[in-house]
């Protein structure tokens, strides 16, 4: 608004409050003059199609030798109730030249407020701005002043700017300014050195200041310093904090007539706007959720950018006095209010136009040559141009693609080149990948049934989709090393029996090349028992990779098929546990993570068949000095109300702990004690990255335990606890009985749950009934056709019908039945 108005406009709760100053003619040569600020409030009848005042408000102001004006207005938050109240800076001028100006507050009431009021030896001409108090910002002498309504001072911002360019609330940053101002070279660099274009980038920057806290904020969130020199007003449309980053979009106006909406600092859109010289932008959600951007020029032209699938000019206006943005027919959503200049009329509401550019299209004294047609010659062609590059840009896209998957291809074939080379040299036996594996024809014959050895085991990970492994971790606890491989999300649909081999890749026949080692896969919220690997000393790595594989027959109960309703990282880990110490006598050992696996395939039958998979996860470096400075320690620090232990972390303590898992019930009290009794004597505070388990950070031998208490009633939880050894889980069994109810039961519950339970006798009844299929038929049906019972030739049994016996429960058992019968005949018969 300019400062000269003395007229101003505003929208509040979809009225127009128009505020006025009465003039007083002489004002300088009477001694008691008044001036009054008078204010109308406007409400717009839908009957009559007109603005007719509701109430109306005066403030009167003494202006013996005084020139009194209107410097602006707008709608701020009163910090003392949380109410949007109408605020107008009034300026007060001197014959001295000393200015004083007035804050005003327009209660419902139509009762003015003076909020504050100070006194400057320069008048307000540069970037005024209201905020949240109210508080007024402005720019002086390119620096930065503020004033509150709690401190009623003139305050200075320590930063230099040359022009603001919007201030309002961010998320979890309080008010903040936008601002431009002149940018600092980088360090070590000679200004003569820079080109043109690098002064033009360099010469100026955009950037952010929060005002409470005092705090920069880095302008390429918001955009590129490029657009510095070109941007001269800004409007945030929407700001958010997600994954402690900050999330903005914003659209900007520029001196090259255009509007630019960017997206987290990255321009997504740009449009051409008819008139020069845009001043300001605001923006108006209309009935169908169209985000409509008001944009108005120094000419009193108005432009209206819609958003859809790219940024244009819907409508445009000229010679507007003002344009407002409310619910002025009280349809629930927003509409424009433009207001027109017409001379011939004292009533400044005599002529406007309420529209949302939909279904609402209200008028009155309105000149129809005002409203101009879009601009559809010069931004049809730019939409036209814009398709064709966007088509450009495709095929442009879908060449690189080709161009990488031919470059792919040749970098496979070029590195299957220097395996078998490599295993040429070294005398070992190069395994080539399948044809239908690489998508190539094959140049060779492809080995059936390759031996079984080491080398085919560590080949055979090529062989496997990379993308079953994330990561490969390690950490010591104690005198253990635990090694963990996170797994992708599509691992638990396809596969089961997971478990790890460490391998050493050193050069010594003296020693085994597989490391000992347990394997666990730990869910967070439960953890299931460890499974050691054995391992032979003398024996040959292909007979201990046989070993390593024939030892994991539980692991298929123990990994979840199903995801649990909540996923954590935890779920998806499988971590192998191994002693520390007799690796540190190599002082430095590098070893292979190999990932056992069997895919499950369903046959006719319904019985599955498995096929035995090997992934080469990665290989790490273990040596005494990185141990020694920490390098793979357990961090598990006390901050604030949490232990910020990383995941790893805490897998790896429970991947060394014993669980025990205990039910209490009680029958006349309820459980609330033992929470106390965790958070208080015991000092547990839970992981940050998994809230149901907690971390004990007592001193002693307790110090590490991890706790875990679900209550599944008031009077009746699960406590499971993770412990190094029994002693601690004796101290600690014995410092909750203290806490506990007299008449509590404590009961030790077995691991697992009855899904779990059930799923293992299943297995378990399944392996029998194909241990008893193979083997009373496999080695007869290939020597005969039919079975004969006790050397009797009228009892014959088919293959067939045996198995049809077998399908069923009630076959079993006659089945069962029957060879009983023809193994007593037999015996009798060899009596006899």
């Known amino acids: 608004m300019l400062l000269s108005e003395q007229e101003q406009f505003l929208s509040y709760n979809g009225e127009v409050l128009i505020f006025q100053l009465s003039k007083t ?82 209660h419902n009431s139509n009762q003015f407020e003076q909020s504050f009021h100070f006194k400057l030896d320069y008048e307000l001409k540069e970037d005024i701005r209201f905020f949240t108090g109210p508080s007024v910002l402005w720019r002086h002498a390119n620096k930065l002043f503020y004033i509150c309504s ?71 969130c918001f955009m590129p310093h490029a657009y510095s020199r070109v941007v001269s007003f800004v409007y945030v449309c929407k700001n958010k904090i997600l994954k402690k980053r900050l999330q903005i979009s914003l659209v900007a106006i520029t001196q090259k007539n255009q509007l630019i909406w960017f997206q987290d600092g990255l321009p997504k859109g740009v449009c051409e706007l008819p008139y020069e010289k845009p001043c300001s932008v605001k923006p108006a959600v209309t009935n ?48 424009l209010l433009l207001l027109f200049e017409d001379e011939s009329n004292a009533d400044p509401l005599s002529t406007f136009k309420i529209t949302d550019l939909g279904d609402i299209n209200y008028a009155r004294g309105i000149n129809y040559k005002r409203d101009v047609p879009t601009a559809e010659g010069l931004q049809e062609n730019g939409l036209l141009t814009v398709r064709a590059l966007e088509t450009r840009l495709q095929a442009g896209c879908t060449s690189i693609r080709e161009l990488q998957q031919h470059l792919g291809l040749k970098r496979r074939v070029i590195l299957e080149s220097c395996r078998a080379l490599i295993d040429l040299v070294e005398e070992r036996n190069h395994i080539l990948p399948t044809a239908k594996e690489e998508g190539l024809v094959s140049l060779w014959d492809d080995v059936e049934n390759p031996p079984h050895s080491l080398n085919k085991e560590t080949s055979l990970a090529s062989k496997v989709p990379e993308h079953f492994t994330e990561k490969l971790w390690q950490r010591v606890v104690g005198d253990s090393l ?16 997971v478990s790890l081999s460490l391998v050493m890749d050193q050069d010594s026949s003296s020693i085994s090349p597989i490391i000992k080692c347990r394997n666990k896969i730990i869910k967070l919220n439960k953890a299931f028992s460890a499974l050691a690997i054995s391992s032979c000393q003398i024996e040959p790595p292909p007979k201990k990779m046989k070993l390593d594989l024939h030892n994991k027959n539980d692991l298929k109960k123990e990994f979840p098929k199903r995801c649990s309703r909540v996923q954590l990282d935890g779920a998806k880990t499988v971590i192998a546990v191994t002693s520390l110490s007799p690796l540190l006598a190599f002082h430095h050992v590098c070893c292979i993570v190999l990932l056992h696996a069997k895919k499950q395939k369903h046959q006719n039958d319904s019985l599955q068949e498995s096929k035995k998979i090997t992934v080469l996860c990665g290989k790490f470096l273990l040596s005494l000095e990185d141990i020694s400075n920490g390098k793979y320690s357990v961090k598990m620090i006390r901050d604030s109300s ?10 790896a303590v429970l991947a060394v702990s014993v669980r025990f898992s205990f039910q209490i019930v009680s029958s006349d009290c309820t459980l609330t004690p033992v929470n106390s ?131 069923s429960e009630e076959g079993v058992q006659q089945f069962r039945k029957k060879f009983q019968n023809e193994r007593e005949e037999s015996v009798l018969s060899d009596v006899h």
């Open 25 to 106: 003619r002489h004002v300088e040569e009477t001694a008691d003059e008044t001036v009054n600020l008078r204010v109308r409030r406007m409400a717009f009848n839908r009957d009559t199609k007109l603005f007719v005042e509701k109430s109306s408000g005066v403030f009167s102001m003494r202006a013996s030798h005084l020139k009194i004006e209107i410097v602006c207005c707008s709608c701020v938050m009163d910090s003392r109730t949380g109410i949007i109240l109408p605020c107008i800076l009034v300026k007060k001028k001197k014959q001295n030249n000393a200015v004083k100006y007035l804050l005003l507050l327009l």
């Open 642 to 651: 949490y232990c910020t232990g990383s995941m790893e972390d805490i897998l």
């Open 150 to 220: 709690n401190t009623c001072t003139v305050l200075s911002a320590p930063i230099q700017l040359s022009s603001v360019v919007w201030t309002g609330e961010i998320e979890d940053e309080g008010t903040v300014i936008l601002g431009i101002r002149t940018a600092c070279l980088p360090e070590n660099e000679d200004e003569d050195e820079f080109s043109t274009s690098d002064r033009a980038i360099w010469g100026s920057e955009f950037f952010g200041y929060a005002i409470e806290t005092q705090k920069m904020l880095t302008g390429t």
């Open 677 to 807: 009794w965790l958070l208080g004597e015991m000092e547990c505070t839970p992981f940050k990255e998994c809230h149901d388990n907690i971390f004990c950070h007592k001193a002693g031998n307790v110090y590490g335990t991890v706790f875990n208490w679900t209550l599944k009633n008031p009077c009746e939880g699960v406590l499971t606890l993770f412990c190094r050894n029994l002693t601690v889980l004796f101290q600690c069994l014995h410092s909750l009985t203290r806490v506990l109810p007299p008449n509590c039961d404590v009961k030790l519950l077995r691991s697992g749950s009855k899904s779990i339970l059930t799923e293992q006798l299943a297995l378990a009844l399944e392996r029998e009934m194909l241990t008893l299929r193979s083997s009373f038929f496999s080695k007869e049906s290939k020597v005969e056709n039919n079975l004969t019972w006790g050397n009797e030739p009228g009892k014959k049994i088919s293959d067939a019908s045996a198995a049809s016996l077998l399908d």
């Open 482 to 497: 635990v090694v963990g491989v996170k797994l992708t999300e599509s691992f638990c649909l396809s596969l089961s029996d």
């Open 288 to 335: 169908s959720n169209d985000l409509l951007l008001i944009v108005s020029f120094a000419s009193g032209d108005i432009c209206v950018v819609q958003r859809r699938d790219s940024l244009q000019v819907a409508s445009k206006w000229q010679k507007v006095k003002s344009v407002l943005v409310d619910d002025f027919i009280g349809s629930g959503s927003e509409q």
